[in-house]
Structures are given as structure tokens and as C-alpha cells.
């Protein structure tokens, strides 16, 4: 796989994609979704306040009407945009093994980045997975 810029700076190619990654592609909204794991929606969307008590109950049902269900739009967008560019990869080599590309606007970037940190941060709760600051023991 590789990454390269248009010569104009408008357009990202990620190439040399086998069937393998751009299935993985078309995965991540599957793996960027919280709702089978209340950790990773807690992760997602976790409450404005810490060890909040009943003072702070009004400000948290604000959060939840107005912040949260913004948040899940903003998401979902992300999501919608990495599946409409994903879903123009086109088949760059046939032989001896299939090679696909993916263009993208560089202006889709910030939402490819939310969605594919969506997806890590649903798995890594949802899996149990270290967090990239206690590293791994092995």
C-alpha cells in the first residue's frame, strides 16, 4: 500500500490496495460501531462532568440532548464519506494478483481520520486493547 498526492494537491490516492485491505475499508463502519459495547459508547461519548452528583444532573441531560446527538451526526458523516470514496476504488491491475486504488479529496481527510479513529477506539474497548500509552508486553 502506498500513499501519494496529485500533482495539484487536491486529490490523495491510497494504492496498491489488495482485495484483503479494501474489504477492511469497507469494514470500518461495522468496527467504528459501539452499540454491542457500553464501554466503547462510554469512550465515545463519555459524560461532560466526572463523579457528577445531583447538582450537575441538568448540565449532563443538556450534554445528552444537545452534544451527543451532534456528536453522532458528525460520526456518521465521517463514516458515510470514507464508504462514498471506498466505494469508488477502482481495480488497477488484474494479474498475478488484483491491485485497487482510492482517491479522495483532500478536503475528506479530517472526516477519514474521525471515522478510522472511531474504529480504533470502538475495538480497543471492545477488545480489550492497550491504549498506545501502555504499550505492549510481550
Same mark, same amino acid.
Given at each position: 500500500?502506498?500513499?501519494?498526492k496529485?500533482e495539484?494537491?487536491?486529490?490523495l490516492?491510497i494504492?496498491g490496495?489488495g482485495?484483503t485491505?479494501l474489504?477492511?475499508?469497507?469494514?470500518?463502519?461495522?468496527a467504528a460501531?459501539p452499540?454491542a459495547?457500553?464501554e466503547?459508547?462510554h469512550?465515545?461519548f463519555p459524560?461532560?462532568?466526572? &463523579?457528577?452528583?445531583e %447538582?450537575?444532573? #441538568? $448540565?449532563?441531560a443538556?450534554w445528552?440532548?444537545f =452534544?451527543?446527538? &451532534?456528536?453522532?451526526t %458528525?460520526f456518521? #458523516? $465521517?463514516l458515510?464519506?470514507?464508504d462514498?470514496d =471506498?466505494s469508488?476504488?477502482h481495480?488497477? %491491475?488484474?494479474?498475478?494478483?488484483?491491485?485497487?486504488?482510492?482517491e479522495l479529496?483532500?478536503?475528506h481527510?479530517?472526516q477519514?481520520y474521525?471515522?478510522?479513529?472511531?474504529a480504533?477506539l470502538v475495538l480497543?474497548?471492545?477488545?480489550?486493547?492497550?491504549s498506545?500509552?501502555t504499550?505492549?508486553?510481550?
Amino acid at each position: 500500500m502506498h500513499i501519494t498526492k496529485s500533482e495539484d494537491g487536491k486529490q490523495l490516492m491510497i494504492g496498491g490496495l489488495g482485495e484483503t485491505e479494501l474489504e477492511m475499508l469497507r469494514g470500518v463502519r461495522d468496527a467504528a460501531d459501539p452499540t454491542a459495547c457500553p464501554e466503547a459508547e462510554h469512550r465515545l461519548f463519555p459524560a461532560p462532568i466526572a &463523579d457528577a452528583d445531583e %447538582r450537575d444532573f #441538568d $448540565a449532563i441531560a443538556d450534554w445528552k440532548e444537545f =452534544v451527543v446527538p &451532534d456528536l453522532r451526526t %458528525r460520526f456518521d #458523516d $465521517a463514516l458515510d464519506q470514507l464508504d462514498r470514496d =471506498v466505494s469508488r476504488a477502482h481495480q488497477v %491491475r488484474k494479474l498475478p494478483m488484483k491491485r485497487f486504488v482510492v482517491e479522495l479529496k483532500v478536503e475528506h481527510l479530517e472526516q477519514w481520520y474521525s471515522a478510522l479513529n472511531q474504529a480504533r477506539l470502538v475495538l480497543q474497548e471492545k477488545y480489550k486493547l492497550p491504549s498506545e500509552n501502555t504499550g505492549l508486553s510481550l
